[in-house]
């Protein structure tokens, strides 16, 4: 793994940081490949069960896709067939795994890096970071999946307005239209965060886990339970953490989840 990005661990909690403070956090080609493998082994570290992604410093999250490269990785329909094969990659691989997962965003969240937040299941940040998406700009257009992340939270005409101009989200217009879920003070952002991420720690994780998938589904257009979401739901109750619940609620007392 290159020093671009960084991984430490925390009690339950793991942060991922995107670690090019000198480019405000631009993503390089090389970065997006190396997510997957990186976000397996999140995955299979049974001992997190949160994963926070951040930007380095507090000026960006990240300034987007590292457009110095592009006349190397993406001069042409063939490099960028290839380039685009690895952005799409690393934010499914984000989307995708099962545990948790909070973007803590400081300052700008532009383009790539945008798109790297909206994979997270939820996004906080402070009251000076400014969000845009800016194919427009450059003469792109994003894949069918990053736009429905965008479309899922704000509505399509929010999304067409980002879209078609380009423009600049403030912090509370981020939060008005659901971009994102939380606004801080600069300085109250990481307690924030963090201390969210040690509560979701603290819940079933069974239940955290089986309810991302379950949510998942529905916003796939899933209407009516099947096979595997009725496997979910039922497997519950043979759970070590349901018998715990269960009786901690009795004794009054808070619960001791062991399931990971």
């Known amino acids: 793994m290159s020093d671009d990005l960084v991984v430490e661990r925390s009690g339950a909690v793991a942060t991922l940081t995107l670690n090019r403070p000198e480019s405000r956090n631009a993503i390089r080609l ?9 976000l397996r082994g999140i995955d299979d570290d049974p001992g997190v069960k949160v994963l926070v992604v951040r930007g ?17 990785v993406r001069a042409d329909a063939e490099s960028a067939r290839s380039y685009n094969e690895h952005v799409a990659a690393a934010e499914r691989a984000l989307e995708g795994l099962r545990k948790p997962t909070i973007a803590m965003v400081h300052g700008h969240c532009v383009g790539g890096g945008c798109g790297l937040a909206l994979a997270c299941d939820l996004r906080f940040c402070d009251t000076e970071a400014k969000f845009a998406i800016t194919p427009a700009k450059l003469g792109l257009v994003y894949s069918l999946e990053s736009t429905r992340r965008l479309v899922d939270l704000v509505g399509p005409a929010q999304a067409k307005w980002i879209l078609f101009s380009g423009g600049r989200l403030e912090a509370e217009r981020a939060l008005r239209t659901g971009l994102v879920d939380a606004v801080t003070a600069p300085d109250d952002l ?3 965060t963090y201390s969210f991420a040690e509560l979701v720690g603290t819940r079933a ?3 955290v886990r089986a309810s991302k998938e379950i949510v998942n589904r529905i916003v796939a257009g899933q209407l009516h339970d099947d096979e595997e979401t009725t496997e979910l739901r039922n497997s519950s109750f043979d759970t070590d953490d349901y018998a ?3 009786r901690a609620f009795l004794e009054k007392r808070p619960p001791r989840f062991t399931w990971s």
């Open 30 to 38: 090389e970065m997006y490949a190396e997510l997957p493998a990186l």
């Open 56 to 72: 380095a410093g507090t000026k960006a999250f990240a300034a987007g896709a590292d457009i110095s490269e592009f006349g190397r």
């Open 190 to 192: 990481a307690e924030h």
């Open 205 to 207: 994780q069974y239940s």
């Open 244 to 246: 715990e619940g269960v």
